[in-house]
């Protein structure tokens, strides 16, 4: 794809699932690879994944949810691989349970997480990018904010918070060169999703449900959102701004 290979892409949550396919996918272009995740084992395992295969990538272990931590972070990716070019906004977390047992400690955490995190990632990359005239952000929301999902109610009203955040900063920012994109994957085979499904036979159960409902009859992998996110973030997507895409083998459809 045009426009990716050398360029320096941050992608936070890198570590596991959705986000480690779009790392890989990206360092196949070429791309600098800047990750920022809680978990630091798992995003040195996404670095290692990606200098094996030859490409640049840099680990900065950073809580999204702390501004001061994630500027540190965003610093040494920086100091390490160059100015950024691309964000992607993937780590995300929930805890599924129905909203009425649910309390507001737990609110707190998944708003923290799926919310203030992006506002802070954007807030800290976007006046970077405008300085330089270009950037491209792509925001991992979930079909959970278009459609609701049973159990995930606050996290659900996060994603649809940042999907229309992404538009209202895309409207702001696109004439200074900065194009803001939201991608919504459907269920996807990962850790967060099977913590979702939860163990045993009710986990296969609900996993079997989805599989029937899925017109593709399978559940998504993490390469089948990376292939999107890379196309969004590259040269040849340069026209397409404030879009909200599902990548969901077909379980919804838009207009
Ligand atoms: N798997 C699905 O079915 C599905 C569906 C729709 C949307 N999504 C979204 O896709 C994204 C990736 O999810 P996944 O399924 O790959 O989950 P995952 O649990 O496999 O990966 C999430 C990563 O985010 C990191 N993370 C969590 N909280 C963090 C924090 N505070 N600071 C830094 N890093 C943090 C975790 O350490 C982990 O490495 C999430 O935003 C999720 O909401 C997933």
């Not at 950024?84 to 309390?103: E, I, K, R």
Request: glycine share 14%; aromatic share 6%; with cysteine.
């Amino acid at each position: 794809m045009k426009g990716l290979e050398g360029k320096v892409f941050v992608i936070t949550g890198a570590g596991s699932g959705i986000g480690r396919g779009i790392a890989l996918r990206l360092a196949e272009e070429k791309a600098r690879i800047g990750i920022i995740d809680l978990n630091a084992d798992g995003a040195a395992e996404t670095a290692g994944m990606i200098e094996r295969a030859g490409a640049m990538a840099f680990s900065a272990p950073a809580d999204i949810v702390s501004y001061e931590a994630v500027v540190e972070a965003v610093n040494a990716i920086e100091a390490a691989l160059g100015l950024v070019h691309g964000l992607v906004n993937n780590a995300g977390w929930d805890q599924a349970m129905p909203f009425l047992v649910t309390d507001t400690a737990l609110w707190k955490k998944i708003i923290d997480i799926n919310l203030y995190g992006p506002l802070n990632l954007h807030h800290i990359v976007v006046p970077r990018m405008i300085e330089r005239g270009i950037g491209r952000v792509v925001n991992i929301a979930s079909d959970a904010g278009r459609n609701g999902s049973s159990g995930e109610a606050v996290y659900s009203a996060c994603k649809a918070g940042v999907t229309a955040f992404g538009k209202t900063l895309c409207r702001e920012v696109s004439r200074k060169g900065v194009i803001i994109n939201t991608v919504c994957p459907g269920p996807s085979d990962t850790p967060l999703f099977a913590s979702f499904a939860g163990e045993g036979e009710q986990g296969a159960r609900l996993r079997a449900g989805l599989e029937k409902a899925i017109p593709l009859g399978r559940l998504g992998q993490p390469e089948d959102i990376a292939g999107m996110v890379a196309f969004l973030l590259s040269d040849e997507a340069g026209f397409i701004v404030g879009q909200t895409i599902s990548v969901s083998g077909g379980l919804t459809m838009h207009g």
